[in-house]
């Protein structure tokens, strides 16, 4: 992780820079947008969480989204225990397990989320976060995390330069259901897409 704050000396200048962006998340305004443009649009922010005075960072570079009235969602059926931070605010970590992995989920509109699928790693260099469970583990994110505020607590997503690659949209993978929709985005030709890699350029 970086060293977070000021006085660890010169050479920890980028962790104080991004210390100094940790302060200016996306707003819950932000969030609160149509689903698959909010999608879209995470490619090329970073998702940064401070732990113990360290930063651990990467640019999101997949996602999925899921909207209403969407046979794929969990929230397809309504409010339950499980998914009820889906329909919480705008900028609310929604966090499920299948497979004894965690899956990362920002919420946008009641009901509507994007899943982070894959991530760029800036700090620490080298981390496991081509796809959804291993992005979650490499943050420490669980079901604990579920219903946190992304937009003030210590998981936060912050902007970052559009894309210059350019961007892949392909249907949504590892569903059982709706699988036609072109509800995935990715970076194109980045090595930390996930497997199957998406191929229709938008």
Not at 158 to 180: C, H, N, Q
Not at 187 to 200: E, G, H
């Amino acid at each position: 992780m970086i060293p977070a704050g000021p006085g660890a000396g010169a050479a920890d200048g980028p962790g104080v820079e991004w210390e100094a962006r940790f302060r200016a998340p996306f707003p819950r305004s932000w969030y609160d947008r149509p689903t698959l443009r909010v999608a879209r649009d995470l490619l090329g922010s970073y998702l940064v969480r401070r732990s113990e005075g360290a930063l651990a960072v990467a640019r999101i570079v997949e996602t999925e989204g899921y909207v209403a009235r969407d046979p794929a969602s969990h929230a397809f059926r309504g409010p339950t225990p499980r998914n009820r931070s889906m329909f919480g605010r705008a900028g609310t970590l929604y966090v499920f397990r299948i497979h004894q992995v965690h899956c990362a989920n920002v919420v946008t509109r009641p009901g509507e989320a994007v899943l982070l699928r894959a991530a760029e790693p800036v700090a620490p260099a080298g981390a496991g976060t081509s796809g959804p469970g291993r992005l979650a583990r490499a943050f420490g994110i669980t079901r604990g995390d579920d219903g946190l505020d992304l937009t003030r607590s210590e998981l936060r997503v912050l902007p970052g330069p559009r894309p210059k690659e350019g961007i892949v949209r392909a249907p949504r993978v590892g569903i059982s259901r709706a699988k036609e929709p072109l509800y995935r985005f990715a970076i194109r030709d980045d090595r930390w897409v996930s497997r199957p890699r998406p191929a229709r350029i938008t």
